[in-house]
Nanobody, 115 residues
Framework: QVQLVESGGGLVQPGGSLRLSCAAS????????MGWYRQAPGKERELVAA???????NYSDSARGRFAISRDGDKNMVYLQMSSLQPDDAGVYYC?????????WGQGTQVTVSS
C-alpha cells in the first residue's frame, strides 16, 4: 500500500505564494513519478505539474513560469511552489504518485485565492 498526504494549502491573496508538500509512504522500492493536479468546483481534475524519477518536469500552460515542482527522492516527497497566485488557481490540489503500474492519490489540500 502507498499513502500520500498533502499539506500547505490555505487562503492567500491574489499575487501571493504558497508551497504545497506531499509525503509518500508505504512499499515504494523503485522509481516513481509524482505530480500535482487541481480540481476546481464544477470542473474536472487537471494536471498542474509533474516530475519524473529523473527530474524531468512538465507544467500546464497556466502553471509554467509561476509554479515550480521539485522532489526529494530519498524521502519520496514532492513540492509545488506557487507564486503570483490568481483566483483561477483556486481549487483542491491533489498529489499523485505513479509506481509499479499503480496510480495513487492523496486526499487533497484546499487552495483559496481571494482578497
Amino acid at each position: 500500500q502507498v499513502q500520500l498526504v498533502e499539506s500547505g494549502g490555505g487562503l492567500v491573496q491574489p499575487g501571493g505564494s504558497l508551497r504545497l508538500s506531499c509525503a509518500a509512504s508505504g512499499n515504494i522500492y523503485g522509481p516513481v513519478a509524482m505530480g500535482w493536479y487541481r480540481q476546481a468546483p464544477g470542473k474536472e481534475r487537471e494536471l498542474v505539474a509533474a516530475i519524473t524519477s529523473r527530474n524531468i518536469t512538465n507544467y500546464s500552460d497556466s502553471a509554467r513560469g509561476r509554479f515550480a515542482i521539485s522532489r526529494d527522492g530519498d524521502k519520496n516527497m514532492v513540492y509545488l511552489q506557487m507564486s503570483s497566485l490568481q483566483p483561477d488557481d483556486a481549487g483542491v490540489y491533489y498529489c499523485r504518485l505513479a509506481y509499479g503500474g499503480g496510480d495513487y492519490w492523496g486526499q487533497g489540500t484546499q487552495v483559496t485565492v481571494s482578497s
